[in-house]
């Protein structure tokens, strides 16, 4: 009689790895240590392989992280993470689109989103600033890093051929300007820019606030 699989092995086959989210991962939470508040609930839009919502929830214990993803694939890969980790402020991933008229947690302390605007099209940027005015409360803060355009031009070389070929995949991703794209969609869902800043590789992490906040 052969013994039953080991859970290990089902972890990997479908837990997936982004080698960015490893590189970006400790600027990122230098940012965040000083943004987010010291304790609460943190939602991860868009939370991909799960790497960040582990890494998050171990270096933040105050906060209780829940992960989020539209994809089944992403949702298994960060549920297979969440299980390994066993942090005790770490939730299972939750089904979430950004576009999503209502989202499934009505009420967070802060919104984090990496690396989707320039892979998803303009509406689901909309719908994050949206999403974010509506579970936020005042004084709350919506986090989001990445490439991005800035003044209608890109920021280096590397971001200008990144574009070029998200752009041949697919016209409607590519990445974003930050004044004339985002600043916009966000102050129509009541969201204002609250501060900029330049992380490693050109990309950037910007802080979002709702503008009553």
């Known amino acids: 009689r052969g013994r039953p699989a080991p859970r290990r092995r089902y972890e990997l086959a479908v837990k997936r790895h982004a080698p960015a989210a490893e590189r970006n991962r400790e600027p990122l939470l230098a940012v965040l240590r000083r943004v987010l508040p010291a304790r609460g609930t ?3 839009v868009a939370s991909g392989t799960g790497q960040h919502a582990v890494f998050f929830a ?14 089944d694939e992403q949702r298994a890969s960060i549920a297979a993470r969440v299980e390994e980790a066993r942090l005790p402020n770490l939730r299972a991933p939750l089904a979430l689109d950004a576009r999503d008229p209502e989202w499934p947690l009505r009420r967070a302390d802060a919104v984090l989103c990496v690396n989707m605007f320039h892979v998803a099209p303009l509406t689901a940027a909309a719908g994050l600033f949206a999403g974010a005015a509506r579970v936020l409360p005042v004084g709350g803060v919506l986090a989001t890093y990445g490439p991005h355009r800035e003044g209608g031009r890109h920021t280096s070389q590397g971001n200008e051929a990144f574009d070029r070929s998200l ?8 990445l974003r ?3 004339s794209e985002l600043v916009p969609l966000a102050a129509a869902a009541g ?5 900029r800043v330049p992380m490693p590789a050109n990309n950037l992490t910007l802080v979002w606030r709702p503008a009553s906040a």
């Open 42 to 44: 943190l939602l991860e």
């Open 58 to 71: 171990a270096a933040l214990p105050e906060l209780v992280v829940q992960p989020t993803d539209p994809s």
């Open 167 to 174: 752009r041949d995949q697919h016209p409607d991703l590519g």
């Open 177 to 179: 300007d930050v004044e």
């Open 191 to 195: 969201c204002a820019l609250a501060e």
